[in-house]
């Protein structure tokens, strides 16, 4: 088996990689109308296109792995966003970029894969550190990827974004097929087609309700019908679950105490992080003459937020070794109190760049700490047969977190708006007011985490696995 060291490297990498697809557009999203010669309404689904494919595929992605190999689904999700980002590449038009942007989303199901990779083939003292640097990817990747897009952007031709994009996948596919090994672990029975048909028509109604709710209108009868109609669907999948012996995911298993309250922390955690993402690069480039921001170029504003990824980087072994010592149940409490320290100080202190500078130190202690313990609380509280499902199941929650926060916070930002040479800008009480909401969603991740149950389940143990 090649060393350990180096299988945490690759899939650390492949977290990198996920990640980046994310910011891969920020750059050029404000000019996707006139690149593409498309209405703003349409461009949206380049974003919204990747958005809903991660949220569908994530999780079943992760039974995928369970049931057939995690590596081999790993392997399976590189080539879709390799074969995705090359016909974004070839595509003049705005069909073949929300294709391929469709196809990018199939990268984020590898992060909580490689975490049950991790589980599986590392000895159980490396575990939570390992782990913490995977999920720190979550965030560095991002982070660091927006200021490689911005000068993409501004010195080349924006295809390049998905060329580069094409090479990573292309990388990261040869290092896991080299370095990665062979998953022993596998869950045996059939895959639940219809269970998977029923969740992905469910969270793709609830996820385009909110994703284009402010657009649509959030009355408009395409918005209701979506939004009620996916919840409808997924109130009968449960049902459906509950009643086959080979599910999809095990609801059972998922409404465990720790399970279901660290997804739902998940969710609170998610909208905290992306409100961020929302508001302080705003702050940073808007004029400032509009009263509300202050000037900066993409690249500089980027610059500002990246070292926020650097944070998370840093303190993923230090998260490793206070989950191995206090358990993850504090890591949590730790990363939303550092959100909820964040928002507090942009509250009182927002007059300087280097106020947003602090507040962004403070948004990547609190993603590093609470992203690191998620997975190690889930892992801890499911079977070995279901880490890549349940974990696939968390991811999904966090999606969900973060979707809601672009929508909320979206429209706070269009709803309280003034006029600047022709165009609707943000004002400071709109900037305030979404401040206040992602402080609000840490508050609630810090009182949900309270009430975790810290005493961890017994689990089975494959014969073969490290000791």
């Known amino acids: ?46 974003v919204t296109s990747t958005l809903l494919a991660a949220a569908v595929i994530t999780p079943i992605s992760g039974r995928l792995g369970d049931m ?43 992060v909580p894969l490689g975490i049950s990779i991790l589980r599986d083939v590392l000895h159980e003292n490396r575990v939570d550190s390992a782990i913490a640097l ?32 094409a090479v990573l996948g292309a990388v990261v596919f040869v290092l896991v097929l080299w370095i990665v090994p062979v998953s022993v672990l596998r869950t045996a029975g059939r895959f639940d087609f219809i269970g998977a048909g029923g969740l992905a028509l ?20 395409a918005v209701l019908v979506s939004g009620l109609g ?24 998922a409404a465990r105490p720790a399970v279901l309250l660290t997804n739902i922390a998940s969710i609170a955690m998610g909208f905290s992080l992306f409100a961020s993402n929302v508001v302080y690069p705003q702050m940073l480039e808007l004029p400032i003459a509009t009263g509300a921001g202050f000037g900066l170029s993409l690249l500089a504003a980027s610059l500002i937020v990246a070292p926020s990824g650097l944070v998370m980087m840093v303190l993923s072994p230090i998260a490793g070794r206070l989950a191995r010592r206090t358990g993850p149940k504090l890591l949590l409490l730790l990363g939303a109190f550092c959100l909820l320290l964040a928002y507090a100080f942009t509250l009182l ?16 202690a609190g993603i590093g700490f609470g992203y690191a313990s998620m997975p190690m609380l889930i892992m801890r509280s499911v079977p070995q047969s279901e880490t890549g499902a349940s974990n696939g199941l968390n991811a999904l929650f966090r999606s969900l977190g973060t979707s809601t926060a672009a929508a909320v916070v979206g429209a706070v930002l269009a709803t309280y708006s003034a006029d600047f040479e022709g165009v609707p800008v943000p004002t400071p009480t709109a900037f305030t007011l979404s401040l206040v909401l992602g402080g609000a ?12 149950p810290s005493k961890r389940t017994p689990q089975e143990r494959h014969p073969s696995l490290p000791k």
């Open 68 to 110: 057939y190999g995690k590596r081999r689904i790993v392997l399976v999700l590189l080539a879709v966003m390799v074969v995705g980002s090359v016909i974004a590449a070839l595509s003049p038009g705005i069909i073949g970029i929300i294709v391929g942007r469709t196809l990018q989303g199939a990268i984020v199901g590898v």
């Open 441 to 452: 969603a840490a508050i609630i991740a810090l009182v949900v985490a309270l009430f975790i």
């Open 230 to 253: 996916g919840l409808l669907v997924l109130l009968l999948w449960g049902w459906f679950e509950l009643r086959i012996p080979e599910p999809l995911l095990d609801l059972r298993v």
């Open 349 to 364: 202190l927002s007059s300087e760049v280097w106020h947003i500078l602090v507040a962004n130190i403070l948004i990547g």
């Open 134 to 165: 995977i999920s720190a990817t979550l965030g560095v990747g991002g982070a660091l990827g927006l200021p490689i897009s911005a000068v993409i952007t501004e010195r080349s031709d924006w295809h390049l974004l998905f060329w580069v994009a």
């Open 1 to 46: 088996m090649p060393r350990q060291g180096a299988i945490v490297a690759v899939l650390a990498i492949a977290g990198l990689c996920s990640s980046f697809m994310f910011t891969l557009v920020v750059p050029i999203q404000s000019k996707l109308p006139e690149l593409l010669d498309a209405s703003r309404d349409d461009t949206a689904w380049v």
């Open 202 to 221: 469910g969270l793709i109604g609830i996820l385009l309700a909110i994703s284009r709710g402010n657009e649509w209108g959030w009355g408009a009868p």
